[in-house]
């Protein structure tokens, strides 16, 4: 059988990200994408190269200021912030608002790894560097790469996806052993039985993986263990950060914050 390299045939009718998921398609069109790929992924590496260790906040972007879990987040980011770390969300509302208000509450860095999306709302106000991306996939590497802890608020699927997500590279050794902390007991202890009656009884995971998935209700502990962590495994100490170069333009992406 003969495999038509021609993609999805009329462009205006389909979003480009529905024609890169399409299959093979034009080389001339390949390359394209694989260069707006690199781009994306050279800005990203330039622009969150001199914020600092982070730590990322994922949860719902449904729940509005007075909501537990918001305020939860708020909280928990603000005692982060004044411990000396970066915070770290994907700029949305709700949980993602949270977190950056907290840090900017506390006065430390307040930065957001944005998507864009056809009918995405705008960026909540709470933001010092933004920096946007049009692939999921590079989005997601940012919020790692730069990380040195996980805390993970109630949410939807969204949120799932990216616990499951680092779970699963810290469990296959692809990452560090950072924490995840998940705030909330109530909200996450469920699920947290379900993976050892079920999943560990099944031999779907391994007994210890349960372990590998911190849960708390307080901030004060939670930010206690991601600060105690970060000393003793990873030999964070305070300190000067590292300059920008002028050679390399890189004064330039800190002034435009």
Not at 100 to 116: K, L
Not at 221 to 249: C, H, V
């Amino acid at each position: 059988m003969h495999e038509e390299h021609t993609g999805v045939a009329d462009e205006s009718e389909h979003p480009p990200q529905l024609r890169f998921l399409a299959g093979p398609q034009h080389r001339r069109f390949e390359l394209g994408r694989l260069l707006r790929i690199s781009a994306e992924f050279l800005r990203g590496f330039r622009r969150l190269h001199f914020v600092g260790p982070c730590v990322t906040v994922f949860g719902s972007a449904r729940f509005e200021e007075g909501n537990q879990w918001y305020e939860l987040a708020r909280e928990t980011s603000s005692q982060l912030s004044r411990s000396g770390f970066t915070i770290m969300s994907g700029g949305g509302p709700g949980i993602m608002e949270a977190a950056n208000r907290g840090a900017r509450e506390a006065g430390g860095p307040s930065i957001a790894a944005t998507i864009e999306l056809p009918h995405e709302q705008s960026s909540n106000p709470y933001i010092d560097l933004e920096v946007p991306f049009h692939y999921f996939f590079v989005r997601k590497v940012m919020l790692v790469k730069y990380s040195y802890a996980f805390l993970v608020m109630p949410g939807g699927f969204g949120t799932m996806d990216e616990l499951w997500e680092i779970a699963t590279l810290v469990q296959t050794g692809k990452v560090v052993d950072f924490p995840i902390v998940l705030m909330g007991r109530s909200f996450w202890e469920p699920m947290i039985e379900f993976l050892r009656e079920r999943m560990i009884t099944e031999g779907t995971i391994s007994p210890e993986d349960p372990d590998r998935l911190i849960i708390t209700d307080d901030p004060e502990e939670a930010t206690s263990i991601i600060t105690e962590t970060a000393r003793t495994r990873f030999g964070l100490t305070y300190g000067p950060r590292a300059e920008p170069s002028r050679i390399l333009f890189e004064k330039a992406l800190i002034e435009r914050r």
